[in-house]
């Protein structure tokens, strides 16, 4: 049920607050607040600086699918239908912040990657141009046309506006003013100072008094450079990966067979810059992972490299310069922003509202279930887990073959140790916890031949098969 909320809104803001949620894909924790970025900053420096900032924010899943579809519900996935083998459609009849917006008389925009048309996650917002071309990037025309929506005075407030940018993902492809090692270490971190210095124009034609900006990311990244005694060891994105994933943004429509040609070649190239010369004996268990690991396969490992996202709040009424070091989840931004607004769901759903946290008062910490992606024909390992803030979880969903994985947090953060015969009882516990994640009957949505074909398409480009 709705409380006072005129009452509320008179108290709070001279109109409905406007909404901006950006969602950075693939951007790491610590590669956006912390001694272990390199980027160049200001402007996400200011927005935690002038907000709250959340240090151990955890996502549902390493997928951009399963990520978004909890962050705009405050849903697991596996209670959506989408956590099993193989992948499944969104459900379209689950509340999500574009809905409940909607009704509250909001005008919701989207501006994402095609991937989450092909899944279904935009179809409760109104603009007709809810996505772009997966190649297409905010250095080559997108960043001018977001930033013109705002210019031009083409959006309507009050509005909640969902920015999806898939510049991080694999691979990097950094803009040429950009290309210093003055903006980073790594190819990664100069894209994240480039991404940076657009937020700083788009900000110029936000009316920062009245909107509520939020920043976060679907899930994390391998970074594949390593500092080691006899130099830098980068395996990031070869010159060939780059070039063929520029053309795909030139090739017209009608020839998207050949993109998906060219997505093979891809593939094929970021195999080959495994093959390299120096001494992997001198390697760390972490050093083998970031390096060797990758993301884009089925069936990946839950470790926090890809599972650890930035979380800024900041605007009106959200305290300054507020670090908050406690586990949230991905989950709770939903809540949060419904609570900020002063509404209520009537079904129930697994997020938790940060608000008390944010306003500095006692919250208990709750528990994340993560698991991996799945597949499109149901031919990879799934994993899955539970994290708290001492602790993490792993083992196989189906695979009694596998041995669990039990991670220190406090005292091995890069998680190379696993510690599982010596915790029986915890793991004990936690097993008792993951029975929901694998006995949970959701109900799953299909996809029909054509939409199926679509979407296996879609992945084979950005690499994911």
């Not at 049920?1 to 109109?15: A, E, G, P």
């Not at 908050?324 to 509404?343: A, G, H, S, Y």
Request: with cysteine; charged share 25%.
């Amino acid at each position: 049920m709705r409380q006072d909320l005129d009452t509320y809104i008179r108290n709070n803001f001279v109109d409905k607050p406007n909404i901006l949620l950006i969602v950075v894909d693939s951007l790491r924790s610590d590669k956006c607040f912390g001694t272990k970025k390199t980027s160049i900053t200001p402007i996400m420096d200011k927005l935690i600086e002038n907000g709250t900032y959340f240090e151990q924010t955890i996502s549902s899943a390493a997928s951009t699918i399963l990520a978004v579809s909890s962050l705009l519900t405050g849903i697991y996935p596996f209670k959506l239908g989408l956590g099993g083998t193989n992948y499944k459609k969104y459900p379209s009849d689950k509340n999500n912040l574009a809905r409940v917006l909607n009704e509250f008389g909001y005008t919701t925009y989207a501006t994402a990657p095609e991937v989450a048309s092909d899944f279904g996650l935009v179809c409760d917002f109104k603009n007709p141009d809810t996505t772009y071309d997966n190649y297409y990037s905010l250095f080559t025309g997108l960043g001018d046309e977001i930033i013109n929506k705002f210019k031009n005075n083409i959006i309507e407030s009050p509005w909640f506006f969902y920015i999806h940018l898939f510049d991080l993902h694999t691979p990097v492809i950094v803009p040429s003013s950009f290309d210093d090692d003055k903006f980073g270490t790594s190819q990664y971190e100069k894209m994240v100072s480039a991404i940076d210095d657009w937020l700083s124009k788009l900000f110029e034609h936000v009316d920062k008094e009245n909107t509520i900006i939020i920043l976060t990311s679907d899930h994390g990244e391998y970074i594949p450079v390593v500092e080691t005694n006899d130099g830098l060891i980068s395996l990031e994105s070869s010159v060939t990966d780059k070039t063929l994933w520029k053309l795909g943004n030139k090739i017209p429509k009608n020839l998207y067979p050949l993109k998906r040609k060219m997505g093979s070649i891809i593939r094929k190239s970021r195999e080959k810059i495994k093959s390299t010369n120096f001494d992997q004996n001198k390697l760390s268990t972490y050093e083998k992972r970031i390096l060797f690991s990758s993301r884009m396969s089925t069936g990946h490992k839950l470790y926090d490299d890809l599972l650890k996202v930035p979380l800024i709040f900041s605007g009106p009424k959200v305290p300054k310069n507020n670090l908050i070091k406690n586990m949230v989840r991905q989950i709770d931004i939903f809540p949060t922003i419904l609570e900020i607004l002063n509404l209520s769901l009537k079904d129930p759903i697994d997020g938790k509202s940060l608000l008390s946290l944010i306003n500095g008062k006692p919250h208990n910490d709750s528990f994340a279930f993560i698991e991996s992606p799945p597949s499109i024909k149901d031919t990879s390992e799934k994993y899955i887990g539970i994290r708290n803030s001492n602790y993490k979880y792993i083992r196989n969903l189906n695979n009694d073959k596998f041995i669990p994985e039990l991670y220190d947090l406090k005292n091995d953060p890069l998680e190379e140790k696993n510690i599982s015969s010596e915790q029986p009882d915890l793991i004990k516990n936690m097993e008792k916890s993951l029975k929901i994640m694998q006995n949970y009957d959701a109900t799953e949505h299909d996809f029909d031949e054509n939409e199926k074909q679509k979407v296996e398409n879609t992945l084979k480009k950005l690499g994911y098969i």
